[in-house]
């Protein structure tokens, strides 16, 4: 038995063995802020721009939200950049601004209830939409329904055929990783006998006897060549592997238990009334959450403070961050990001990032109005493109900004405070562009750092993360900078300055999903890489003035908009 499982499930052990071993190293130490000329990677100029542009001039206090899956407040590189909400008393039970949530110190959470208790995960909205359809056409007489109805039906079958499929898949996968831990907890058993604490390397290896380790030696012989770099014994080893493998069993065991499971039903926590979207106080004020890993390492990248010989240092200076939860382990609510961006808006921050989304958004108007209500308000909005490898242009990817869809001869509506943003990775040339990175030369503006990103993590740790979900607060993180040194801009002149002064690239990548060769400059408006330099330059001819701090910023005595 053990044999067959060898030989089924080496190259699965490879692959895992090579993402957790490359994660250590590679990528240079905090090169999101680096500078493409002086140290000739893609970052964003932070550093070079403090020392060359900004130096020591006061910039005004730029409120972000992050709308996210939780923000850790107390870690040590954030809690002296959060928002604080001056006008309410911790822990009173007293709404005491009036603003209709109580005890919102640090921003609100729309997925908890009044109790304390929050939502973890939750289900994708394709299984929601399914779940609902199967109350009218699960053993319906397709024979008996209307035109209409039978169109309706019939995209019931094809929804119901695929999270169907995916729930299988992921079944599969959970066998399929338990299978390799399996054979994993016997590998390692046979490796600990071989060489007990010495340290792993090639030489090591080939000392050890044929005949009695030679499972030992063909285990090696595989992994030794994935390993780069690795220093450690087994041990070291375990905890790379075992950590990696549980965390993809965790993944896609969530997918059978909650995911597409269609009779999953977390809003009984949140016990408000789903159906009324003009609903806008209920939740809690726990921010953080039972997983803020997401959302702290977001925050991070964003304004970790600088220059405190701690972690890490985020994007901007003179940031505050409102954390305002609404993401679960599973697709956002459409009424939670409508609510969690007019929250935002109403309180005052200028910036809103949303590192999140999803192919299906059933109450797509709802968030259309938020969007509305945000560029109205002159504040910015900036989203993650998605992690699919696929084109904007032609698949769907919500929220977005297009609205008013049926305008005939005018086309789509575009809202002006909205910019979306593709993932860079820290190589150069034809590998520029994030393998998993969305695209789209209409519907992705531009393209920031997002693989192998190092920032905050929960309970004051630090860790790698990849993903749009990192280059939409690096994204965010510029535009605070142009609008902290130029506060009298306003937001649709924010985003004409970012994409205007987006660093072009005029050679070829590897466009993401497919590996074929195209123009960098056909995967994005902008056809460049975000630069805060670049935009501050900008944003000087723009506005014919030099950064500097304004005498008013346009918030009312409460700091909101």
């Known amino acids: 038995m053990q044999i067959r499982l060898i030989s089924g499930l080496f190259t699965i052990l490879c692959f895992l063995a090579t993402n957790v071993l490359l994660g250590q190293s590679g990528a240079p130490d905090n090169w999101f802020n680096l500078d493409p000329e002086e140290d000739k990677i893609n970052g964003v100029s932070t550093e070079r721009v403090e020392k060359e542009i900004l130096k020591e001039i006061p910039g005004e206090q730029v409120v972000v939200a992050v709308i996210d899956g939780g923000v850790d407040p107390l870690h040590e590189d954030l809690k002296e950049v959060m928002w604080i909400n001056e006008n309410e008393i911790p822990d009173n039970n007293i709404d005491d601004d009036g603003n209709g949530y109580v005890d919102d110190i640090y921003g609100w959470n729309f997925i908890g209830g009044k109790d304390g208790e929050n939502v973890h995960h939750d289900t994708y909205e394709l299984t929601r939409i399914v779940g609902e359809m199967d109350e009218k056409y699960d053993d319906v007489n397709p024979m008996k329904l209307s035109g209409k109805e039978k169109k309706e039906y019939d995209k019931y ?4 055929e695929d999270v169907d499929s995916q729930l299988e898949k992921a079944s599969e996968q959970v066998e399929q990783y338990q299978q390799i831990l399996t054979y994993i907890e016997f590998a390692l058993k046979m490796s600990r006998e071989a060489l007990g604490d010495a340290p792993i390397d090639q030489e090591t290896i080939d000392a050890l006897d044929d005949e009695k380790y030679g499972m030992v030696k063909s285990f090696f012989a595989q992994l030794l060549p994935q390993m780069g770099d690795f220093e450690g014994n087994l041990d070291d080893l375990e905890e790379l592997i075992v950590s990696d493998i549980n965390e993809a069993l965790s993944h896609e065991k969530n997918k059978v238990d909650y995911g597409y499971n269609v009779d999953y039903n977390p809003r009984t926590i949140v016990n408000d009334d789903y159906s009324n979207l003009d609903q806008r106080y209920y939740g809690n004020a726990d921010v953080k959450g039972p997983d803020a890993f997401h959302g702290t390492h977001v925050a991070g990248i964003i304004a970790a403070k600088r220059d405190n010989d701690l972690g890490i240092n985020g994007v901007a200076t003179n940031v505050k961050i409102m954390a305002i939860r609404a993401v679960p382990d599973g697709d956002e609510r459409d009424k939670d990001v409508a609510n969690a961006i007019r929250y935002a808006v109403d309180n005052g921050a200028s910036i809103v990032n949303m590192s999140f989304g999803k192919g299906f958004s059933p109450d797509e108007k709802e968030v259309e109005k938020a969007i509305k209500y945000a560029e109205k308000k002159d504040v910015l909005l900036v989203h993650a493109a998605g992690n699919s490898g696929q084109d904007n242009d032609v698949e769907n990817n919500y929220p977005n900004a297009t609205y008013d869809k049926k305008r005939g001869l005018f086309g789509k509506k575009r809202a002006a405070n909205w910019i979306e943003v593709g993932a860079l990775n820290w190589k150069g040339g034809a590998d520029m562009v994030a393998s998993f990175s969305n695209y789209g030369q209409q519907n992705v503006d531009v393209f920031a750092p997002g693989q192998d990103i190092y920032s905050t993590a929960p309970d004051s740790e630090y860790e790698l993360a990849s993903g749009t979900s990192m280059a939409s607060p690096v994204v965010a993180g510029v535009a605070a900078t142009i609008r902290s040194y130029f506060p009298d801009m ?35 408006t902008s056809g460049g890489v975000i630069n805060v330099k670049s935009a501050l330059l900008r944003a000087i001819e723009v506005t014919g003035s030099q950064p500097t701090r304004s005498s008013g910023s346009g918030k009312d005595d409460k700091g909101r908009a």
């Open 490 to 524: 306003k937001a649709k002149e924010v985003r004409e300055v970012l994409v205007q002064s987006a660093r072009p690239y005029l050679g070829e990548v590897r466009q993401p999903g497919t590996g074929t060769m195209v123009p960098f400059n056909t995967l994005s």
């Open 157 to 160: 079958l094809t929804y119901k």
